[in-house]
């Protein structure tokens, strides 16, 4: 069973650049069945997708945060990192990573979530 752990900094000052790492155990994230997905949720809003990468390092990324976003992996380590620039306290969120099927984009499995809380 694949299981997905989040880990990163928790308070973040605004306009700085935090990273955010997760572990996959249980599973390969060069597998070409699945996406590796990036998800936060802000207070009081819904779940917000921020980007994906899949098998062969691809990235996708929401049009909206494409600009300060990069999404990278470590295959040695199974591991694949969300780093995002020029925060803001708007960027204060639970942030999640998460594992998509490709042939249906439903998510299957979740990380536990991370808090990040960008001061100003």
């Known amino acids: 069973q694949v299981q997905l752990q989040e880990s990163g900094p928790g308070l973040v000052t605004s306009s700085q650049t935090f990273s955010l790492t997760c572990t996959v155990s249980?599973?390969?994230?060069?597998?070409?069945?699945?996406?590796w997905t990036w998800i936060r949720q802000s207070p009081g809003k819904g779940l917000e997708y921020m980007g994906a990468i899949v098998w062969g390092g691809t990235t996708y990324y929401r049009p909206s945060l494409k600009s300060r976003t990069t999404i990278s992996r470590d295959t040695s380590k199974n591991q694949f990192t969300l780093q995002l620039r020029s925060v803001t306290p708007e960027d204060t969120a639970v942030y999640f990573c998460?594992?998509?099927?490709?042939?249906?984009?439903?998510?299957?499995?979740w990380g536990q979530g991370t808090q990040v809380t960008v001061s100003s």
């Open positions: 998460a594992r998509a099927l490709t042939s249906t984009v439903e998510f299957d499995s």
């Open positions: 249980g599973g390969s994230i060069t597998s070409n069945t699945y996406y």
